[in-house]
């Protein structure tokens, strides 16, 4: 079952700027995960941060993670015409299963 | 490295035949493999979790009959659907864990493959 709640749902950004988008979820996690997934394709991996941390840096993105918020962000620094795409948070529970949340369109206007 | 191929990519079936969809890992081993479920616009749904010589457990109001697993080796499982119904067409995606890496949460997903029941 679906756990986890972005926000927002669509976001218009001009290149060079950044973009944010947040996860909430309900139950407790080992680790949560960010994909990101182009029109009609399939899913590609970002950022993975376990329960235990707090920040992660890849590259042009950062991601946040409070677990007594039950919320995480993903943060894109300096975006491109290609971040153009839709962007999940998943949860793991430490079972493997990933449970997504409902995800949020970046549309970055050149 | 870590690729997930799926096949076929789009598939057109009528009503009440059968569409067998392929999952296969290409370069690593995958005891365990997940198929999962969008709708458009809409995130994914994990539909069942695939295990290598053994039974798929799948979730909550999905129907084992309907849609059939078999992960008969380390990279390659199957997802059938039976008797599709219009309300089957959706876009079904796989995703594989590297059995090699212990402690690896990390899962690397197939292109997807756009299902149309007319």
């Known amino acids: 079952s679906q756990q986890g709640e972005e926000d927002p749902q669509a976001l218009s950004i001009q290149e060079g700027e950044n973009a944010t988008m947040n996860c909430s979820y309900k139950?407790?996690?080992?680790?949560l995960q960010w994909y990101r997934q182009n029109s009609g394709r399939g899913l590609v991996h970002l950022i993975l941060?376990?329960?235990?941390?707090r920040e992660k840096h890849s590259g042009r993105l950062r991601v946040t993670l409070d677990t007594s918020k039950k919320s995480s962000s993903l943060l894109i620094t300096a975006s491109r015409a290609a971040d153009t795409a839709s962007y999940f948070c998943?949860?793991?529970?430490?079972?493997?299963?990933?449970?997504f949340g409902a995800g949020t369109t970046v549309t970055v206007r050149a | 490295g870590a690729v997930v191929s799926q096949h076929p990519s789009r598939v057109i079936c009528k009503s009440g035949t059968s569409v067998k969809i392929e999952c296969r890992s290409l370069?690593?081993?995958?005891?365990?493999m997940f198929w999962y479920r969008q709708f458009p616009k809409k995130s994914l749904m994990l539909m069942a979790t695939?295990?290598?010589?053994?039974?798929?457990?799948?979730e909550q109001g999905v129907e084992k009959d309907k849609f059939l697993i078999n992960h008969a080796s380390l990279t390659l499982s199957t997802l059938t659907v039976t008797s599709a119904h219009p309300e089957d067409s959706s876009f079904y995606i796989c995703?594989?864990?590297?059995?090699?890496?212990?402690?690896?949460?990390?899962?690397?997903f197939g292109p997807g493959t756009r299902l149309t029941v007319t």
């Open positions: 995703s594989a864990r590297d059995s090699r890496l212990a402690g690896s949460y990390e899962q690397y």
């Open positions: 139950t407790s996690i080992n680790n």
């Open positions: 941060i376990r329960s235990n941390e």
């Open positions: 998943a949860t793991d529970a430490n079972d493997y299963k990933l449970s």
């Open positions: 370069d690593f081993q995958a005891t365990t």
């Open positions: 695939s295990n290598e010589g053994s039974k798929a457990t799948y």
